[in-house]
């Protein structure tokens, strides 16, 4: 009789194989006493364990690099930084010489001290860190006990890799052929384990409690990483299932690949230009397979977050983009400056807690109050749009001041390149974020500074309605359709054509193909979506008439609620 299970789904599709446990590599620690005479040798054997970790740690981030690039290795620098931790280092030290204990005991009850601290932090980032910290600790117990590094080779495929966690130095197994999808007891959207599913396009669910705990290697499994279920030894009719949903998604992803050069264009001549939202320039390979027209959206965080707590360098920045730009050239690549603050970096760089991140320093506030964290970003962006079509993106935009002073830094930092001298373009375009409504409703006064616009509709909707969607107390107040949203949508657009400015749409409901029609009605003609979803887009698009779809935003327009809306869509939505 099989099981199911229900997680987090982090990464679309549905994958169905065997399933390979990847084990804690645990196993009880005891407190053992240590004689005096011996208390010097027991902590020069935790300081070996620690050395013998480092070179371990070191040779994993060379093998990343080579196999997935720079922005993966760089996780691995959270767990160096780990072993070389003040805090950690002369607690564990301090317990084996008071305690009179072996290393292995002190160093658990020193890092249960440390976990029990980031289970208590409010901030979802930070307790997803307490990951890199328990990956340390399971490789040191190991070295402790004398155990060798490396994992025994994968059975023969397709596997699903079934685990409590997935540290980072668990990544090679993800990366290895064979691998169809990823279960695991704990993780989040935005741990590292879901952007590297992302990334790898790895049908993925997450938070799935005790899973690890049921399944034994080689127990036929599915994860559906568009519902977050997982059928544990399924029976004949829902493995059939499964299968089936893995073959009809294999064949949609083929079918959607093939029609990549196929212009998306309305049936009566309106083009819609169809660009992709990523997180890792790894993922322009995925865009570029399903026909996106460039990059609408590269959100810059993880860049910083594969380095946390340490920033970036110019270099690093510079490489990036560049790379990134000239993968999708002639397509440009439009950089999202930093849009961290408040909930995920106060803690580590300012030492702080922000008692209301979401309304205070966050993206282009907190950028510009370091121009230490800011300069370097755009002097990259500035160098790496010499050599293809590079845009910057100011996120969380309120005021046209805020572009001005971004401008007038860029100047300052274009003069400094000049004096190097470095190659570079002197006339980076420079577009905003439309994500609240106070860039919303003075979207005419945005548009005489910005080169374009950019409409998040994930904030700009929370933030309009004042929902946050991820509380299950108002979630249902959190509404797309919203008469109030709607004209904002329809004042931007037309705010921007007035100032002969582009205005794109990235949020999540670019790449709701029931609202399609609706937002082309309106007048957006620039989409950014995932990879997976440029595809479906542009086939919409292609299936719509633009002066019915005209017609529909018109009647939408005179709805008085979100459920009129929905009424009048279903009603008339402009296909054939």
Same mark, same amino acid.
């Given at each position: 009789?099989?099981?199911?299970?229900?997680?987090?789904?982090?990464?679309?599709?549905?994958?169905?194989?065997?399933?390979?446990?990847?084990?804690?590599?645990?196993?009880?620690?005891?407190?053992?006493?240590?004689?005096?005479?011996?208390?010097?040798?027991?902590?020069?054997?935790?300081?070996?364990?620690?050395?013998?970790?480092?070179?371990?740690?070191?040779?994993?981030?060379?093998?990343?690099?080579?196999?997935?690039?720079?922005?993966?290795?760089?996780?691995?620098?959270?767990?160096?930084?780990?072993?070389?931790?003040?805090?950690?280092?002369?607690?564990?030290?301090?317990?084996?010489?008071?305690?009179?204990?072996?290393?292995?005991?002190?160093?658990?009850?020193?890092?249960?001290?440390?976990?029990?601290?980031?289970?208590?932090?409010?901030?979802?980032?930070?307790?997803?860190?307490?990951?890199?910290?328990?990956?340390?600790?399971?490789?040191?117990?190991?070295?402790?006990?004398?155990?060798?590094?490396?994992?025994?080779?994968?059975?023969?495929?397709?596997?699903?890799?079934?685990?409590?966690?997935?540290?980072?130095?668990?990544?090679?197994?993800?990366?290895?052929?064979?691998?169809?999808?990823?279960?695991?007891?704990?993780?989040?959207?935005?741990?590292?384990?879901?952007?590297?599913?992302?990334?790898?396009?790895?049908?993925?669910?997450?938070?799935?409690?005790?899973?690890?705990?049921?399944?034994?290697?080689?127990?036929?499994?599915?994860?559906?990483?568009?519902?977050?279920?997982?059928?544990?030894?399924?029976?004949?009719?829902?493995?059939?299932?499964?299968?089936?949903?893995?073959?009809?998604?294999?064949?949609?992803?083929?079918?959607?690949?093939?029609?990549?050069?196929?212009?998306?264009?309305?049936?009566?001549?309106?083009?819609?230009? *169809?660009?992709?939202?990523? /997180?890792?320039?790894?993922? #322009?390979? &995925?865009? $570029?397979?399903?026909? !996106? %027209?460039?990059?609408?959206?590269?959100?810059?965080?993880?860049?910083?977050?594969?380095?946390?707590?340490?920033?970036?360098?110019?270099?690093?920045?510079?490489?990036?983009?560049?790379?990134?730009?000239?993968?999708?050239?002639?397509?440009?690549?439009?950089?999202?400056?930093?849009?961290?603050?408040?909930?995920?970096?106060?803690?580590?760089?300012?030492?702080?807690?922000?008692?209301?991140?979401?309304?205070?320093?966050?993206?282009?506030?907190?950028?510009?109050?370091?121009?230490?964290?800011?300069?370097?970003?755009?002097?990259?962006?500035?160098?790496?749009?010499?050599?293809?079509?590079?845009?910057?993106?100011?996120? *969380?935009?309120?005021?046209? /001041?805020?572009?001005?002073? #971004?401008? &007038?830094? $860029?100047?300052?930092? !274009? %003069?400094?390149?000049?004096?190097?001298?470095?190659?570079?373009?002197?006339?980076?375009?420079?577009?905003?974020?439309?994500?609240?409504?106070?860039?919303?409703?003075?979207?005419?006064?945005?548009?005489?500074?910005?080169?374009?616009?950019?409409?998040?509709?994930?904030?700009?909707?929370?933030?309009?309605?004042?929902?946050?969607?991820?509380?299950?107390?108002?979630?249902?107040?959190?509404?797309?359709?919203?008469?109030?949203?709607?004209?904002?949508?329809?004042?931007?657009?037309?705010?921007?054509?007035?100032?002969?400015?582009?205005?794109?749409?990235?949020?999540?409901?670019?790449?709701?193909?029931?609202?399609?029609? *609706?937002?082309?009605?309106?007048?957006?003609?620039?989409?950014?979506?995932?990879?997976?979803?440029?595809? !479906?887009?542009?086939?919409?698009?292609?299936?719509?008439?633009?002066?019915?779809?005209?017609?529909?935003?018109?009647?939408?327009?005179?709805?008085?609620?979100?459920?009129?809306?929905?009424?009048?869509?279903?009603?008339?939505?402009?296909?054939?």
């Amino acid at each position: 009789m099989g099981r199911r299970f229900g997680g987090i789904p982090v990464s679309p599709g549905t994958a169905v194989g065997r399933a390979f446990l990847v084990a804690r590599e645990w196993s009880p620690v005891v407190p053992s006493p240590v004689p005096p005479e011996r208390l010097d040798e027991e902590i020069g054997r935790f300081h070996e364990a620690r050395e013998r970790a480092r070179g371990e740690l070191r040779d994993l981030k060379s093998r990343m690099l080579r196999v997935l690039g720079e922005a993966y290795a760089g996780i691995l620098e959270a767990q160096l930084l780990i072993l070389d931790d003040p805090a950690l280092v002369s607690q564990t030290v301090e317990r084996i010489r008071m305690g009179r204990v072996a290393a292995g005991w002190a160093l658990r009850e020193t890092v249960q001290a440390f976990m029990r601290r980031f289970e208590s932090l409010d901030d979802g980032y930070l307790r997803e860190r307490g990951g890199d910290l328990a990956d340390v600790h399971r490789r040191l117990q190991r070295l402790l006990r004398g155990g060798q590094g490396g994992r025994a080779p994968l059975p023969e495929g397709p596997l699903i890799v079934v685990a409590h966690a997935l540290g980072p130095s668990d990544t090679m197994i993800l990366a290895r052929e064979g691998v169809a999808g990823i279960a695991t007891d704990v993780g989040g959207r935005t741990s590292h384990i879901a952007i590297l599913a992302q990334a790898l396009s790895l049908p993925a669910v997450v938070g799935l409690h005790d899973l690890s705990s049921e399944v034994r290697t080689g127990d036929t499994i599915a994860v559906d990483g568009d519902s977050g279920e997982v059928d544990l030894l399924p029976d004949r009719e829902d493995l059939a299932r499964a299968v089936a949903r893995r073959d009809a998604w294999t064949a949609r992803e083929s079918a959607m690949a093939e029609g990549r050069d196929l212009p998306p264009v309305t049936r009566d001549g309106i083009e819609v230009k *169809l660009r992709a939202n990523i /997180e890792l320039p790894q993922e #322009v390979s &995925a865009a $570029l397979r399903f026909g !996106a %027209r460039g990059i609408g959206l590269y959100r810059s965080e993880f860049l910083f977050l594969s380095r946390a707590p340490d920033f970036p360098s110019e270099e690093e920045h510079y490489r990036t983009y560049r790379e990134l730009a000239e993968k999708v050239a002639p397509h440009p690549a439009v950089i999202r400056t930093l849009d961290l603050g408040g909930e995920k970096y106060f803690h580590e760089v300012l030492d702080r807690d922000e008692s209301n991140p979401v309304l205070g320093l966050r993206a282009v506030r907190f950028c510009l109050t370091r121009p230490d964290i800011f300069r370097p970003q755009l002097r990259a962006l500035l160098r790496a749009a010499a050599h293809a079509e590079v845009r910057a993106m100011l996120p *969380l935009v309120t005021t046209s /001041e805020e572009i001005r002073l #971004v401008r &007038a830094i $860029l100047a300052e930092e !274009a %003069r400094a390149l000049r004096e190097r001298p470095v190659p570079f373009r002197e006339d980076l375009p420079l577009g905003v974020m439309i994500e609240v409504p106070a860039a919303a409703t003075t979207a005419d006064l945005l548009a005489r500074e910005a080169a374009f616009l950019s409409i998040g509709t994930n904030d700009l909707i929370q933030y309009a309605l004042a929902v946050d969607r991820s509380n299950e107390s108002v979630s249902y107040l959190y509404q797309p359709l919203h008469p109030a949203v709607l004209r904002m949508l329809r004042f931007i657009v037309r705010a921007g054509a007035e100032g002969g400015v582009p205005v794109s749409l990235c949020g999540e409901i670019a790449a709701d193909l029931s609202l399609t029609g *609706l937002l082309v009605g309106l007048g957006i003609r620039e989409f950014s979506v995932t990879p997976r979803a440029v595809a !479906a887009v542009r086939e919409t698009v292609r299936r719509l008439d633009g002066a019915s779809s005209e017609s529909l935003a018109a009647r939408v327009l005179e709805a008085s609620t979100a459920e009129e809306v929905e009424r009048v869509i279903r009603g008339g939505a402009p296909r054939e």
